[in-house]
């Protein structure tokens, strides 16, 4: 993580609908700035303030907000942000997840999973009247839940404390160098780059309020996260980020007595402080410059702890030298470049190398020496596509292997393993019945007779004197015996025993069966029902859908299963697991597993895993809340003055179950 220095640029007003009120509206925010989002914009306007860049793809912050327990119930009706831009690309966007999680520890780790969450992508666009909208550095964005459809904000809540984090969810990209510092270079296992936007923070931490869920050791590209307060990981000021709500006709009353800045006891300030001064205990002190290891940069006051020479631009706190001795392209260490790589090259570690070209085709030379596939045998590469090779050989006529053919016969001819033969000429001397050489026949027998060696002899005569079963001697059966019994020298014997015992498939030894297998497995010599030879699968999930607060019983059926397998719906375990067999677990589904759309996975205990995507959906307990009246509020024109766009953004899903993982 690292801390810069930088201005905001274009602010933009976004109004949201007016709601029927459970009881009293309320905003909650530890910032410095005025309640009314509108007027903060333009308090904030031309300010310098703290930004946080560097944040990894999957990294969250937010703030975790601890309601008094009167003014539970508590309906949350929308979010308001602000996020700053890097100073020499201020028009990147990045994508966004907004998570609200509910829990009674007070933090930072809530333990558990988000209520509900929301994709950018989900988000209307004002400007397009379109899904997908993304956060721009500078431009405060004001979100409203609409309260038309239960999928499209969040339950009410009754008790615990609520944590709003902003989720980045791409990979850091064009912001890497636009930020102008170290830290935000991509290079392979040292750094990560940032995200196109960082964090914006006031000149005061409220401690213990706000929360990062960071990867950790600190540093990592990727890996285990964690959760901590942003005071412990070297991050100061609030992030300026609000929770609207309405909550229980219950009002804090605010204390200023004896302050002229700092908390009035009920979420809000008691007033700013002019530039160059901060808040100590309720008054506005002057500030103490903090130039202590610093040879540029701002000195915590408004000035500067000194200036860089020409080409050595000021990172963090020291001036940086570009380091381009031996490197054709990539960053020089300082925010710049030490060069570009031509068309169809791709800087790797300071050097231009030639990208492979393979788009389209499936075979040949992929433009850098390498291949783009290798074709079959039987086939050639012919413009980047692999093409059947005619292949006749000495073969005169017949099929070339490619559906055409090697050559065609004359008449009287056929074609015999690609050599044209003359046409069989019938042969019957001495035969009076049977084949005549050429699929013909030489003569027909009388009904009584059969022909043997090209002469018809008498047929045979059955016999079945003193027998009740078995052959009669002519190929055919003096009888059956009945169920059970068996046929010994044409006379029935007792009846079989069949055994099963420790079966599930297979003979029972009386010319039954045990049972048949499913699933894709098969029956063992010892009668059980075994994977097939390509290992471990899921077929199916029984039922694919539940409703949450019911703990659905399941069956997941597939084939390679092993005793002692785990079996994981969207990140919770399945319960009370029994298994049936290598084709069939069942078990309950957790009360824990949140509303959504989830996979299903297998784990067996060597390790190997089995995976079923967006499987099963878990449908949240239809909602019999008020969901408010249609009235519409918002500034007056003359309040929007200071602004260059005024949209609604408004919570629109694609689909149920849309939310994210976590």
């Not at 946080?52 to 929308?78: M, T």
């Not at 990592?220 to 909550?247: F, H, K, N, P």
């Not at 007779?449 to 027998?467: I, K, L, R, S, Y």
């Amino acid at each position: 993580m690292m801390r810069r220095w930088m201005q905001t640029t274009v602010l933009v007003a976004i109004l949201s609908w007016a709601t029927t009120a459970l009881g009293v509206p309320k905003t909650f925010f530890y910032d410095e700035f005025d309640e009314d989002f509108a007027a903060a914009l333009n308090s904030i306007n031309g300010q310098s303030l703290a930004t946080q860049p560097g944040f990894v793809q999957g990294e969250a912050i937010g703030q975790v907000y601890r309601p008094a327990p009167e003014e539970f119930p508590l309906q949350i009706e929308g979010v308001d942000l602000i996020f700053s831009a890097p100073p020499s690309m201020p028009d990147l966007t990045s994508g966004f997840t907004l998570e609200i999680y509910i829990s009674d520890e007070d933090g930072p780790d809530p333990g558990n999973s988000p209520i509900f969450a929301i994709s950018n992508n989900d988000l209307l666009d004002p400007a397009t009247q379109t899904l997908g909208i993304t956060v721009q550095g500078g431009v405060g964005i004001q979100i409203a839940f609409d309260f038309t459809d239960p999928e499209n904000h969040p339950p009410l809540i009754t008790s615990g404390n609520i944590w709003v984090m902003v989720r980045f969810d791409q990979v850091p990209s064009a912001g890497f160098e636009a930020w102008g510092t170290l830290d935000c270079l991509i290079v392979a296992g040292l750094t990560c780059g940032c995200q196109n936007v960082g964090s914006l923070h006031d000149s005061a931490t409220r401690v213990n309020s706000n929360v990062i869920r960071h990867v950790t050791p600190l540093g990592q590209c990727s890996g285990a996260q964690a959760w901590s307060y942003t005071e412990d990981v070297g991050i100061s000021g609030d992030v300026i980020l609000r929770m609207r709500a309405d909550v229980a006709n219950v009002a804090c009353v605010p204390d200023c007595n004896g302050k002229v800045c700092g908390d009035d006891g009920c979420g809000d300030i008691c007033g700013a402080c002019a530039p160059g001064q901060s808040c100590d205990a309720g008054a506005c002190v002057s500030c103490i410059p903090q130039c202590d290891g610093k040879t540029c940069g701002p000195d915590g006051c408004g000035g500067v702890c000194g200036t860089c020479a020409p080409g050595q631009p000021c990172l963090g706190q020291n001036c940086c030298a570009p380091m381009c001795d031996g490197i054709a392209c990539g960053g020089d260490g300082c925010g710049g470049v030490c060069g570009t790589c031509a068309p169809g090259e791709s800087c790797d570690a300071g050097v231009c190398n030639c990208v492979p070209d393979c788009a389209g085709v499936s075979c040949g030379d992929d433009g850098c020496g390498g291949s783009c596939g290798e074709c079959g045998a039987g086939e050639s590469c012919e413009s980047g596509s692999c093409a059947c090779v005619p292949t006749c050989g000495g073969a005169a006529c017949g099929d070339d292997g490619c559906g055409g053919t090697c050559g065609s016969c004359a008449d009287g001819e056929a074609c015999e393993a690609g050599v044209c033969e003359t046409v069989c000429v019938p042969s019957c001397e001495g035969a009076a019945c049977g084949d005549d050489g050429c699929g013909g026949d030489c003569g027909l027998c009388n009904e009584e007779e059969t022909c043997v060696a090209g002469e018809c002899v008498a047929d045979c005569v059955p016999d079945c004197t003193d027998a009740a079963c078995g052959d009669d001697g002519c190929g055919g059966s003096c009888g059956t015996c009945g169920d059970g019994a068996t046929c010994t020298d044409g006379v029935c014997g007792g009846q079989c025993a069949a055994d099963c015992d420790g079966r599930d498939c297979g003979d029972d030894g009386c010319g039954g069966s045990c049972g048949s297998c499913s699933g894709g497995t098969t029956c063992s010599d010892a009668g059980t029902c075994d994977a097939p030879v390509d290992g471990l699968f899921i077929d199916a999930i029984s039922p694919d859908q539940g409703t949450q607060g019911e703990s659905p019983s399941v069956s997941i059926t597939g084939g390679g299963f092993e005793m002692g397998a785990v079996v994981r719906i969207g990140g919770t375990d399945l319960v009370n697991v029994d298994y049936v067999g290598a084709g069939l677990i069942t078990g309950v589904v957790s009360a824990e597993l949140p509303v959504g759309l989830h996979d299903v996975i297998v784990s067996n205990p060597d390790g190997e895993v089995a995976r079923l995507d967006d499987a099963f959906q878990l449908v949240a307990t239809p909602s019999n809340a008020d969901s408010g009246c249609g009235c519409q509020s918002g500034p007056t024109p003359a309040a929007l003055a200071w602004f260059g766009l005024v949209a609604l953004v408004m919570v629109r899903r694609r689909s149920l179950g849309g939310a994210p993982r976590p």
